[in-house]
T-cell receptor, first 108, second 115 residues
């Protein structure tokens, strides 16, 4: 079965603390994984994708096929990082399968 | 246009009524997707168009749901005999022809409330 699991509904950290948003997936083929972010009152937007191996706004994510994980990390959280984060898997026919999302709250 | 546009932004309807939700994709984007997001959940795939045809409609929950894209641009999601369980945010996304580096751009969504 194709599935994306985000075990944490809410992650609360203090400004400057490290952040790790967990994502695990189940997919029989070669996975293509993404992180999407939704800031308050804004539309869903792409944060990063694993094939680009890039760092966006200080966030990175490494695909670990052995652990079937794609955790999102940032060494020092900022208040403006507070948002809803969704991990997504691109399945056949290019549809995206989303996790349930993790709300990141960065406290001052 | 600046991005994917969805109208209306909010829709309240009575149980049993028919509703239409509209999506204007980014100009030149051949791929168009509809998703539904219920409270506390991630977006759930409904249907994918490549051009005018539905390439994958496996996510439509039942035959009350139907979507069209007659000219390969604007799409309409149609829901017949609405039920309270249909209440959700309906998201539309568009992209260039699917490929490894293609990014899907999302609209702001239509919040449908069935009372």
């Amino acid at each position: 079965a194709q599935r994306v699991t985000q075990p944490e509904k809410l992650l609360s950290v203090f400004k400057g603390a490290p952040v790790e948003l967990k994502c695990n997936y189940s997919y029989s083929g070669s996975p293509e994984l993404f992180w999407y972010v939704q800031y308050s009152r804004q539309r869903l937007q792409l944060l990063l994708r694993h094939i680009s191996r890039e760092s966006i706004k200080g966030f990175t994510a490494d695909l670990n096929k052995g652990e079937t994980s794609f955790h999102l990390k940032k060494p020092f959280a900022q208040e403006e990082d507070s948002a809803m984060y969704y991990c997504a898997l691109k399945a056949a026919t290019n549809k995206l399968i989303f996790g349930t999302g993790t709300l990141l709250a960065v406290q001052p | 246009g600046a991005g994917v546009s969805q109208t209306p932004s909010n829709k309240v309807t009575e149980k049993g009524k028919y509703v239409e939700l509209r999506c204007d994709p980014i100009s030149g984007h051949t791929a168009l997707y509809w998703y539904r997001q219920s409270l506390g959940q991630g977006p759930e795939f409904l249907i994918y168009f490549q051009g005018t045809g539905a390439a994958d409609d496996s996510g439509l929950p039942n035959d009350r749901f139907f979507a069209v894209r007659p000219e390969g641009s604007v799409s309409t999601l149609k829901i017949q005999r609405t039920e309270r369980g249909d209440s959700a945010v309906y998201l539309c996304a568009s992209s260039l022809a699917p490929g490894q580096h293609t990014e899907a751009f999302f609209g702001q969504g239509t919040r449908l409330t069935v009372v």
